[in-house]
């Protein structure tokens, strides 16, 4: 599933709702942000890596896709994956396998992807800043969530349940 709007529409909490109605749901839900870790960090961040495969690697480590397995890995702002990266997490996503950094063998973890993005990523394939192979993986059923100044109707919802959640209502 891929979620599609800008900043704030509550992409997040559609991709919360679609693993809490799921069959997965009383799995873990996984969430990333892609652009919050840094480039040299990505590949250990989602797959893990073991003890000494890199200095600082002082214990095994499972990734993001070991942490998501039988529920949901949510990738916020997917368009900020760099290519290389692309081609890996296809990989673990179609045959549902992935190696750990410093390891040799395979890891097995079976989990249904969520995306949102607030990116034009047939865009990005166009100017080959995305693999189409990988967007069209993550791009097999889409939710587009309109901006909010188009949901007035949903303002006062918001404040009753930021204000429940404060303790203030």
């Known amino acids: 599933t ?8 509550g992409k997040t909490l559609t991709a919360k709702a679609v693993h809490e109605m799921s069959r997965r749901s009383a799995q873990p839900f996984i969430a990333v942000n892609c652009g919050a870790i840094p480039e040299q960090l990505l590949e250990s961040e ?4 073991t003890k ?5 690697a002082h ?3 499972e990734g993001y896709i070991g942490a998501a397995h039988n529920g949901t890995l949510f990738l916020d702002e997917i368009g900020e994956l760099p290519i290389h990266l692309q081609v890996k997490l296809l990989r673990a996503i179609e045959n ?5 950094v410093g390891s040799n063998t395979p890891k097995v973890s079976s989990f249904r992807l969520i995306a949102a993005t607030n990116q034009d990523l047939s865009r990005m394939v166009l ?3 995305m693999r189409s192979d990988f967007y069209y993986r993550v791009h097999v ?4 969530l309109p901006p909010l100044r188009e949901r007035s109707g949903d303002i006062p919802l918001l404040v009753e349940a930021y204000m429940e959640r404060k303790g203030l209502s």
């Open 46 to 49: 989602f797959f893990g890596h």
């Open 127 to 129: 100017e080959k800043k």
């Open 96 to 100: 549902k396998m992935y190696t750990p």
């Open 52 to 56: 000494g495969a890199f200095s600082g």
């Open 59 to 61: 214990a095994n480590k």
């Open 2 to 9: 891929l979620i599609l709007g800008e900043t704030g529409t």
């Open 141 to 144: 059923l889409s939710i587009t």
